[in-house]
Protein backbone atom coordinates (compact mmCIF):
# COMPACT_ATOMS: atom_id res chain seq x y z
CA UNK A 1 0.00 0.00 0.00
CA UNK A 2 1.23 3.56 -0.80
CA UNK A 3 2.49 6.22 2.16
CA UNK A 4 0.05 8.53 2.42
CA UNK A 5 1.37 11.58 3.73
CA UNK A 6 -0.43 15.17 4.83
CA UNK A 7 2.02 17.95 3.63
CA UNK A 8 0.21 21.35 4.28
CA UNK A 9 -1.06 23.26 7.26
CA UNK A 10 -4.51 23.90 7.70
CA UNK A 11 -5.54 27.59 6.53
CA UNK A 12 -8.20 28.88 9.40
CA UNK A 13 -8.33 27.35 12.91
CA UNK A 14 -11.66 26.14 14.51
CA UNK A 15 -13.41 29.48 14.50
CA UNK A 16 -12.80 29.89 10.52
CA UNK A 17 -10.35 32.29 11.46
CA UNK A 18 -7.27 32.82 9.14
CA UNK A 19 -3.99 30.67 10.57
CA UNK A 20 -0.68 32.97 11.43
CA UNK A 21 2.14 31.66 9.31
CA UNK A 22 3.65 29.10 11.16
CA UNK A 23 8.01 29.52 12.43
CA UNK A 24 10.45 27.59 11.15
CA UNK A 25 10.52 25.63 14.27
CA UNK A 26 7.07 24.50 13.56
CA UNK A 27 7.70 24.24 9.96
CA UNK A 28 10.78 22.00 11.52
CA UNK A 29 8.38 19.67 13.65
CA UNK A 30 6.16 18.98 10.90
CA UNK A 31 9.15 18.36 8.49
CA UNK A 32 10.25 15.79 10.98
CA UNK A 33 7.59 13.83 11.74
CA UNK A 34 7.30 13.49 7.89
CA UNK A 35 10.83 12.44 7.37
CA UNK A 36 9.93 9.88 10.28
CA UNK A 37 7.03 7.94 8.27
CA UNK A 38 9.06 8.17 5.48
CA UNK A 39 11.86 6.57 6.89
CA UNK A 40 9.76 3.97 8.48
CA UNK A 41 8.32 3.29 5.16
CA UNK A 42 11.45 2.38 3.51
CA UNK A 43 12.51 0.09 6.28
CA UNK A 44 9.47 -1.64 5.35
CA UNK A 45 9.65 -1.85 1.92
CA UNK A 46 13.31 -3.20 2.74
CA UNK A 47 11.66 -5.87 4.36
CA UNK A 48 9.05 -5.83 2.13
CA UNK A 49 11.66 -6.47 -0.54
CA UNK A 50 12.61 -9.54 1.20
CA UNK A 51 15.50 -7.83 2.52
CA UNK A 52 16.07 -9.74 6.11
CA UNK A 53 16.88 -7.70 9.29
CA UNK A 54 18.63 -9.55 12.34
CA UNK A 55 16.86 -7.57 14.68
CA UNK A 56 14.86 -4.18 15.81
CA UNK A 57 18.41 -2.66 16.22
CA UNK A 58 19.49 -2.82 12.63
CA UNK A 59 16.18 -1.63 11.79
CA UNK A 60 16.24 1.30 13.20
CA UNK A 61 19.86 1.62 12.44
CA UNK A 62 18.55 1.22 8.64
CA UNK A 63 15.92 4.15 9.93
CA UNK A 64 18.76 6.67 10.71
CA UNK A 65 20.23 6.23 7.26
CA UNK A 66 17.11 6.82 5.59
CA UNK A 67 16.62 10.32 7.85
CA UNK A 68 20.32 11.39 7.55
CA UNK A 69 19.25 11.51 3.75
CA UNK A 70 16.42 13.04 4.14
CA UNK A 71 17.85 15.84 6.74
CA UNK A 72 20.19 15.99 3.80
CA UNK A 73 17.89 16.39 1.23
CA UNK A 74 16.05 19.26 3.09
CA UNK A 75 19.21 21.08 3.66
CA UNK A 76 20.16 20.87 0.10
CA UNK A 77 16.95 21.72 -0.99
CA UNK A 78 16.49 25.09 1.45
CA UNK A 79 20.13 26.35 0.47
CA UNK A 80 19.14 28.83 -2.00
CA UNK A 81 15.76 29.41 -0.30
CA UNK A 82 16.36 30.69 3.31
CA UNK A 83 19.06 32.95 4.61
CA UNK A 84 22.09 31.41 6.90
CA UNK A 85 20.65 32.35 9.83
CA UNK A 86 17.26 30.69 8.45
CA UNK A 87 18.88 27.53 7.39
CA UNK A 88 20.24 26.99 10.23
CA UNK A 89 17.06 27.26 12.73
CA UNK A 90 15.09 25.54 10.63
CA UNK A 91 17.84 22.57 10.53
CA UNK A 92 18.76 22.29 13.90
CA UNK A 93 15.13 22.72 15.18
CA UNK A 94 14.65 19.65 12.15
CA UNK A 95 17.75 17.85 13.21
CA UNK A 96 16.30 18.15 17.39
CA UNK A 97 12.83 17.22 16.23
CA UNK A 98 14.09 14.06 14.06
CA UNK A 99 16.49 13.03 16.97
CA UNK A 100 13.11 13.10 19.22
CA UNK A 101 11.14 10.65 17.21
CA UNK A 102 14.07 8.35 17.20
CA UNK A 103 14.69 8.57 20.66
CA UNK A 104 10.82 8.29 21.35
CA UNK A 105 10.67 4.91 19.06
CA UNK A 106 14.33 3.66 20.09
CA UNK A 107 13.37 3.99 24.16
CA UNK A 108 10.10 2.16 23.25
CA UNK A 109 11.79 -0.82 21.83
CA UNK A 110 14.66 -0.85 23.74
CA UNK A 111 14.29 0.77 27.31
CA UNK A 112 15.79 4.10 28.56
CA UNK A 113 18.71 5.25 27.57
CA UNK A 114 19.71 8.10 25.33
CA UNK A 115 19.65 7.43 21.66
CA UNK A 116 19.00 11.00 20.67
CA UNK A 117 22.80 12.08 20.98
CA UNK A 118 24.28 8.84 18.98
CA UNK A 119 21.94 9.81 16.56
CA UNK A 120 22.79 13.77 16.07
CA UNK A 121 26.16 12.76 15.97
CA UNK A 122 26.00 10.50 12.96
CA UNK A 123 23.81 12.96 11.39
CA UNK A 124 26.10 15.89 11.62
CA UNK A 125 28.62 13.14 10.23
CA UNK A 126 26.38 11.98 7.38
CA UNK A 127 25.85 15.55 6.57
CA UNK A 128 29.02 16.20 5.93
CA UNK A 129 29.30 13.37 3.74
CA UNK A 130 26.73 14.38 1.88
CA UNK A 131 27.81 17.71 1.28
CA UNK A 132 30.49 16.39 -1.03
CA UNK A 133 28.30 15.12 -3.50
CA UNK A 134 26.29 17.05 -6.16
CA UNK A 135 22.57 18.00 -5.78
CA UNK A 136 20.86 20.05 -8.47
CA UNK A 137 17.73 21.45 -9.62
CA UNK A 138 16.37 17.84 -10.54
CA UNK A 139 17.61 16.86 -6.99
CA UNK A 140 20.05 14.63 -5.68
CA UNK A 141 23.35 13.32 -7.81
CA UNK A 142 24.16 9.95 -8.73
CA UNK A 143 26.91 9.62 -6.07
CA UNK A 144 24.64 11.30 -3.43
CA UNK A 145 22.21 8.65 -3.58
CA UNK A 146 25.33 6.18 -3.98
CA UNK A 147 26.07 7.10 -0.58
CA UNK A 148 22.81 6.13 1.06
CA UNK A 149 22.84 2.84 -0.88
CA UNK A 150 26.48 2.21 0.85
CA UNK A 151 25.34 3.53 4.34
CA UNK A 152 22.20 0.64 3.67
CA UNK A 153 24.48 -2.16 2.44
CA UNK A 154 26.93 -1.57 5.23
CA UNK A 155 24.11 -1.95 7.93
CA UNK A 156 22.25 -4.80 6.18
CA UNK A 157 25.40 -6.77 5.17
CA UNK A 158 26.65 -8.49 1.80
CA UNK A 159 25.28 -11.64 2.62
CA UNK A 160 23.49 -13.86 -0.25
CA UNK A 161 19.51 -12.16 0.70
CA UNK A 162 20.79 -8.80 1.66
CA UNK A 163 23.51 -7.97 -1.51
CA UNK A 164 21.07 -6.00 -3.43
CA UNK A 165 20.35 -3.72 -0.73
CA UNK A 166 22.79 -1.42 -2.52
CA UNK A 167 20.93 -0.81 -5.75
CA UNK A 168 17.27 -1.00 -3.50
CA UNK A 169 18.02 1.79 -1.74
CA UNK A 170 19.89 3.93 -4.32
CA UNK A 171 18.13 3.19 -7.58
CA UNK A 172 14.30 2.46 -5.94
CA UNK A 173 13.99 3.96 -2.37
CA UNK A 174 16.28 7.24 -2.92
CA UNK A 175 14.35 8.56 -5.89
CA UNK A 176 10.88 8.10 -4.20
CA UNK A 177 12.29 9.28 -0.95
CA UNK A 178 12.93 12.36 -2.68
CA UNK A 179 9.89 12.78 -4.47
CA UNK A 180 7.91 12.72 -0.86
CA UNK A 181 10.63 15.15 0.89
CA UNK A 182 10.02 17.70 -1.85
CA UNK A 183 6.47 17.43 -2.31
CA UNK A 184 6.43 17.88 1.79
CA UNK A 185 9.17 20.98 1.54
CA UNK A 186 7.48 22.39 -1.02
CA UNK A 187 3.80 22.17 0.39
CA UNK A 188 5.13 23.04 3.98
CA UNK A 189 7.43 26.02 3.04
CA UNK A 190 5.39 27.24 0.49
CA UNK A 191 2.32 27.68 2.38
CA UNK A 192 4.03 29.04 5.55
Not at 107 to 132: C, H, M, T, V
Request: proline letters at 2%.
Amino acid sequence: MALRIKSSWHQSDRDGNEVVQKGLEEQAGALAFIAWRIALDRAKNLHGEDYLYNDDMQRIAVICEYLAYEVAVIDRMMFDKLSYQEREVLMNALGQRVGDHVQDNAQDLFGPRDYKSGFIDNLNDRLSAYAEYGFGDGGPSYSFNHYLGKRVQALMGVDQTNKWSLEQAMEIDAPETFKKVKKAVDDLMMTA
